[in-house]
């Protein structure tokens, strides 16, 4: 009964956009779940309330095209049942949420439990982290106005984008990225995807020359050589370069070098950056690549494994007030292009892109002249100042540089 409750209330654009970072799919139970993901999905395409009868076709015939006629009219009483269920109160629906949250982590800890019952290894860090994501899930109290002085206000907008871009293309119309921050890079294999995050981080006047303490986990390539890449980057030297003359390289790196790490975590699952977070306190991570770290918890689909990695990313960003910079492959629709948006990201219809303030798609059009270091930046979603734009800019590959 609670959860067709809170589907119901789901379908409206404002108590969604309020409520979608306190409620993830996981505190829905069976076919309550799977109505939540076209939720999700409908309204990061619409922009507009849902109908009950908008959410059969949405669900049945856009997200869901291979569902039996079995499964169809199941959903279709399941959705009657909705639309004939009362609306709570505001102030019930928190208490319900509440309820939701509270039910969630106790069959996580219960399944944890067993599973340690029958040999596991015990985990503690998990059931921890788990218990401290229900104490922030939802707020205790409401929040108080912010402030309309106009010097706090610009001091706090300040903060909001306190890591700055050296591309100029991006610092003059978006700023930067701060904590609570989550951006996502896509591109094609072999286009520039960490080249393009180690310039944004590494590169002269890039994050780390600013300050941030930067920590990148690396499964896509062994950590020592996006390391590399990082001193090619800042000193402006190759590796070939570096060899000839170390000290000069030395010289250079040691300005920035305590502020990046660099680390292999090919078996790590997002429990352990979060713990990881915790400990060190990051002001920048990036994950290079999120789609592949791993994810505690069973999923029957993909994409509900995936929903879950993005938003578990969105809330580090929060709950660490750091900023997540998330690299993720683009879909073979993306292959010798040079304009891409969102929906070309691999697997973009998991919600993937819902969870992101910004995303930066790099497009490449094919070309026969092997030396084509042309690049589009494609800001397909900007949520920090609005702008979408694709400026052209130049990749410098042996140094893993970009430059406008």
Known sequence: MI?????????????????KGQVSRNVFQGSFGSLYDTIQKAHDKYDADISIDELYSLHTTVFNPALTRA?????SELLEDIKETQEPSKEIADDIIKIL?????????????????????ADFNFITNL?????????????????????QLLDELNVVSKWQFNLSVLKNNIGGIGPGNLMI????????????WVSLVSAPYGFAEQGAK???????????????????????????????????????????????????????SMDDIDSHCEKHKPD???????????????????????????????????????????????????????HISFDMMENSKTGKAAEADLIIGIG????NDSTNNNRILNISKNKITGWHGEPSCIIDKYISRFTD
């Open 71 to 75: 499964a169809k009219e199941q959903f």
């Open 214 to 268: 930067v920590h990148a986990f690396i499964n896509e390539e062994p950590a020592v050589r996006t390391q590399m890449r990082a001193i090619s980057s800042f000193t402006g030297l190759n590796k070939e370069q570096i060899v000839e003359d170390v000290d000069k390289a030395h010289d250079d790196w040691v300005k920035i070098k305590d502020n990046i790490k660099m680390i292999d975590t090919v078996d790590w």
């Open 185 to 196: 890079a896509f591109a094609r294999p072999e286009v520039g995807k960490t080249a393009f």
């Open 364 to 367: 490449n059009r094919a070309s």
């Open 3 to 19: 959860e067709k409750q809170i589907i119901k209330l789901m379908l409206d654009k404002k108590f969604y956009a309020e409520y």
């Open 284 to 338: 920048i991570i990036v994950i290079d690549q999120l789609d592949k770290v791993n994810m505690k918890g069973t999923y029957a689909r993909t994409d509900e494994k995936l929903r879950a990695i993005y938003t578990s990313a969105r809330e580090i960003a929060k709950r660490r007030e750091c900023v997540v910079i998330a690299i993720s492959q683009a879909s073979a629709d993306a292959h010798n292009r040079d």
């Open 101 to 121: 949250i509270e039910r969630d982590v106790a069959q996580k800890i219960a399944i944890e439990a067993t599973e340690i019952f029958n040999g596991k290894p």
């Open 131 to 151: 218990i401290e994501k229900h104490k922030t899930g939802l707020p205790t109290e409401k929040l108080e106005a912010v402030t309309n002085d106009i010097t």
